[in-house]
């Protein structure tokens, strides 16, 4: 980053809802609950009157980090309020709704940047800024496709550059149907064509191919760093600083993405403290359906706000927290199945037979024997050919 590009004022906005609404509205009033004695009368304050507007402490609140998604090139913290409004709702925390530059025209590492300066705005401050400081278990990060992507990719950062500074991950991660692979090498992308998400970006003054596939890298070579894929990072069963912090992810067993939120928790990341929700039949983000009374997108809701205040500031111990993140579990119309790392793997390496057949049946059919929907190319990573 360039010296003017570490200048500038980023765009966010809080988002205040539900249980969350009454103590935001008193703390922005100054406004204070007046002592009762035993007999239920109002006891006069011995403070000062300016000192009497302290609502909530910052060290009994949790709030939450949102990235909104749309590719890195599209979006903003307003075409993502009905998702950071249910947030707040479910969880009782603010939302802190991040606006982030976007490609083409600021493409990686800038968003990355801002989110960054996002997460260090609130545990360090600038002086004289007025703002809150806030712990780094205060925070919960969450996100929604490419910004689900982009803060489990902040979380990346400061696990490796962190510690040097004094930085400490936050209390959790929260990612709806996470963007976590932009070489499309998990065979659910290619398949699940029912989902709305385009397959490739048309757009001849950016994309070439061969050479720039998407608006948020300038060159398809960077699709496969960590901080631009987050499943070709990796954690150790060794090394407990490798490991993420307590992580929520939802999918829909109809998107895209399925495969590649499956492969980061059950191989990627299988030391870490990460639990899926797999919910049947549903597309890419289908949590915005909750707005419309569908019954499962208010259950995945539900277990988003009992997650953010299990892993936060007010709530259970970090062993509780990790148990309440682990698994996988399967979300049907009437049943919850836990179908573990194993069954996680079985989804991915069945669908991998799948586009393997549809990929022998095109190459036979189609002029000069190659197939429409994806070459094999194991040169990508271990990934596409993972021991499972």
């Not at 205040?16 to 007046?34: M, T």
């Not at 307003?78 to 493409?107: C, I, K």
Request: net charge negative.
């Amino acid at each position: 980053m360039s010296p003017e590009e570490a200048q500038g004022t980023l765009h966010a906005e809080w988002v205040v809802h539900g249980p969350a609404v009454d103590a935001e509205w008193k703390r922005i009033r100054g406004l204070k609950s007046k002592p009762v004695s035993s007999t239920g009368d109002t006891l006069a304050s011995s403070k000062p009157a300016e000192k009497r507007n302290t609502i909530f402490k910052p060290a009994d609140e949790t709030i939450i980090l949102y990235c909104h998604g749309g590719a890195f090139f599209m979006g903003s913290p307003s075409t993502t309020r009905n998702l950071t409004s249910l947030f707040s709702e479910h969880s009782g925390s603010r939302v802190l709704s991040v606006g982030y530059r976007l490609a083409p025209e600021n493409p990686f590492p800038l968003p990355l940047h801002d989110a960054v300066s996002a997460y260090l705005s609130l545990i360090d401050p600038p002086s004289g800024s007025g703002m809150t400081k806030y712990k780094p278990e205060q925070i919960v990060l969450a996100g929604d496709s490419a910004g689900g992507g982009l803060v489990i990719a902040l979380a990346l950062w400061i696990r490796d550059n962190g510690p040097a500074r004094g930085w400490k991950m936050p209390a959790g991660i929260v990612a709806l149907a996470p963007w976590l692979d932009l070489t499309h090498s998990q065979p659910s992308f290619h398949l699940n064509t029912l989902d709305y998400l385009p397959p490739i970006v048309s757009d001849p003054s950016y994309i070439t191919k061969g050479h720039r596939s998407h608006y948020y890298t300038p060159h398809d070579s960077l699709n496969s760093h960590p901080y631009v894929s987050p499943l070709f990072a990796s954690d150790s069963a060794t090394d407990k600083s490798t490991h993420l912090p307590p992580t929520l992810i939802q999918l829909g067993s109809l998107e895209r993405l399925r495969d590649e939120g499956l492969m980061f928790a059950a191989d990627s990341f299988k030391h870490s403290p990460v639990r899926v929700e797999l919910y049947e039949d549903m597309v890419h983000i289908f949590q915005t359906f909750a707005t419309r009374g569908d019954k499962r997108a208010k259950e995945a809701f539900e277990r988003i706000g009992e997650f953010v205040k299990r892993v936060g500031a007010a709530g259970v111990s970090a062993s509780r927290a990790k148990e309440s993140a682990d698994g996988f579990v399967f979300v049907g119309e009437e049943c919850l199945e836990n179908i573990g790392r194993a069954g996680a793997l079985d989804i991915v390496r069945e669908a991998r037979r799948e586009l393997d057949a549809v990929n022998k049946l095109e190459s036979q059919t189609a002029p000069g024997g190659q197939s429409r929907w994806i070459q094999n190319d194991t040169s990508l990573s271990s990934k596409l050919s993972v021991s499972l």
